[in-house]
């Protein structure tokens, strides 16, 4: 080889590493964000972060075992973005009701669709408080109880979210055409958002269903399975549902008035399995508690089961315990659920009208299982149970093999 030849590669080499050597600095210039504030946490790698291997995982043990590990607080690299990891309850407090002004939003992402990226949930600063302004009105009582008789079947359809986006689409094109009056959930979304529905080309109730539908059809299932595995409560549940049919002869929203034990089953399930995986906010000012330093641009996360659990039992949590009442559920200050309300009401009616009717059993002992990788909705993928068709009310009444 000429020498000329020989120093062209060399110069190659040396271009090559020095490209390489700036692409990892630049990818790794934010890993000593957290050890410089004396903030523990799991090593990060260039280009991934923390995220290595997140897809062969359930996200609920991942996040509690790395809580359980690092403690109440600590530092977590979503690529090379920080992002602080929060489960004491004060700190929390503090970020999501106290500064609130400070940490309004949620993560950044950018969506191709107008429609998606306008959503109440992705929504930013200003544009996002006067949309969720726009929309609280839609989940007043009265309101809530107009939609209740309408749920049904529909609580339980399972085709995709791009399925109900076409319906909605067509739907709400449809009724611009008519003069006709529904008395359904679409009029009263639509109704109460004009402004935002003629800004957006009538799109806007979509967003009730990307945060509304899976959370709520997931707690259904868990609160199902649950039952299954507790039958003492199960069978209070029935009964004090029973008693209640007795009195008003069917479902409907009065019977859920004066009736704290279905909250409490709600709630405690909720507390096991929480559908939202992780909860977040963004930082968008310097701020200091305790002496921890958050920069603007840090993300916040509240990883729900690491919250709710106690990390030092390592149990699979399959035992209800009703009376528990402290946790956090949709209470996040002034960026919580909107549809909390209509949530718990939809579940009730959906609850009382199934265990009136039906009977759910254990037929393994495998516990629940979750989809793996990152997801927004914690979704059961074991929850399998034997179901067993209860008598009617005016049926002579038999007792199930637990009540015996
Ligand atoms: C059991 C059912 C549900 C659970 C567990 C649940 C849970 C949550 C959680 C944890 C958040 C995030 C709160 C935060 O960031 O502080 C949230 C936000 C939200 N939820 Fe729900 N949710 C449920 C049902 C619903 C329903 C039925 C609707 C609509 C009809 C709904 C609409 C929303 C919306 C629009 C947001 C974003 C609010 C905003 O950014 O202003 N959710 N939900």
């Given at each position: 080889m000429d020498s000329d030849a020989f120093s062209s590669i060399l110069s190659t080499l040396f271009v090559a590493s020095l490209v390489l050597f700036l692409l990892y600095r630049y990818m790794t210039s934010t890993f000593t964000y957290f050890s410089e504030r004396g903030i523990p946490g799991p090593k990060p790698i260039p280009?991934?972060?923390?995220?290595?291997?997140?897809?062969?995982?359930?996200?609920?043990?991942?996040?509690?075992?790395?809580?359980?590990?690092?403690?109440?607080?600590?530092?977590?690299?979503?690529?090379?973005?920080?992002?602080?990891?929060?489960?004491?309850?004060?700190?929390?407090?503090?970020?999501?009701?106290?500064d609130f002004d400070h940490f309004t939003n949620r993560r950044n992402i950018t969506f191709e669709s107008k429609v998606v990226r306008r959503m109440v949930s992705s929504a930013r600063g200003q544009e996002w408080k006067d949309i969720r302004s726009s929309i609280t009105p839609a989940f007043t009582t009265g309101k809530i109880?107009?939609?209740?008789?309408?749920?049904?079947?529909?609580?339980?359809?399972?085709?995709?979210?791009?399925f109900f986006i076409r319906l909605l689409e067509n739907l709400i094109k449809e009724r611009k055409e008519s003069e006709q009056k529904y008395q359904d959930f679409v009029e009263a979304a639509t109704e109460t958002i004009t402004d935002y529905t003629k800004e957006v080309d009538g799109k806007s109730s979509v967003l009730f269903l990307l945060a509304g539908f899976d959370t709520t059809a997931t707690t259904l299932t868990n609160i199902i399975f649950l039952l299954a595995l507790n039958p003492e409560i199960q069978n209070r549940l029935h009964q004090e549902i029973k008693n209640k049919l007795k009195i008003?002869?069917?479902?409907?929203?009065?019977?859920?008035?004066?009736?704290?034990?279905?909250?409490?089953?709600?709630?405690?399930?909720?507390?096991?399995?929480?559908?939202?995986?992780?909860?977040?906010?963004?930082?968008?000012?310097?701020?200091?508690?305790?002496?921890?330093?958050?920069?603007?641009?840090?993300?916040?996360?509240?990883?729900?089961?690491?919250?709710?659990?106690?990390?030092?039992?390592?149990?699979?949590?399959?035992?209800?315990?009703?009376?528990?009442?402290?946790?956090?559920?949709?209470?996040?200050?002034?960026?919580?659920?909107?549809?909390?309300?209509?949530?718990?009401?939809?579940?009730?009616?959906?609850?009382?009208?199934?265990?009136?009717?039906?009977?759910?059993?254990?037929?393994?002992?495998?516990?629940?299982?979750?989809?793996?990788?990152?997801?927004?909705?914690?979704?059961?993928?074991?929850?399998?149970?034997?179901?067993?068709?209860?008598?009617?009310?005016?049926?002579?009444?038999?007792?199930?093999?637990?009540?015996?």
């Open positions: 280009i991934f972060g923390n995220l290595w291997g997140i897809w062969r995982v359930s996200l609920p043990d991942h996040d509690r075992n790395l809580v359980k590990k690092y403690g109440k607080i600590f530092g977590y690299f979503d690529g090379s973005n920080p992002s602080l990891w929060v489960t004491d309850p004060e700190f929390i407090k503090a970020i999501f009701v106290k109880k107009r939609l209740i008789p309408l749920l049904g079947e529909r609580v339980f359809l399972t085709e995709g979210f791009q008003s002869g069917e479902v409907n929203h009065d019977i859920l008035i004066d009736f704290p034990y279905i909250d409490q089953v709600i709630n405690e399930v909720l507390r096991v399995y929480p559908p939202v995986p992780r909860v977040e906010r963004e930082c968008n000012k310097d701020v200091t508690y305790n002496g921890i330093e958050i920069k603007k641009g840090t993300m916040i996360t509240v990883p729900s089961f690491a919250l709710h659990y106690d990390p030092d039992s390592g149990a699979p949590i399959t035992k209800l315990n009703v009376t528990r009442t402290l946790f956090f559920r949709l209470e996040w200050g002034l960026r919580n659920c909107v549809g909390m309300r209509f949530a718990m009401e939809e579940i009730k009616i959906a609850l009382c009208t199934i265990v009136s009717q039906f009977r759910f059993f254990r037929v393994r002992e495998t516990p629940m299982q979750f989809d793996k990788g990152f997801i927004q909705v914690t979704q059961p993928v074991n929850a399998i149970v034997g179901i067993e068709r209860r008598p009617t009310l005016a049926e002579p009444q038999q007792q199930t093999e637990t009540e015996k």
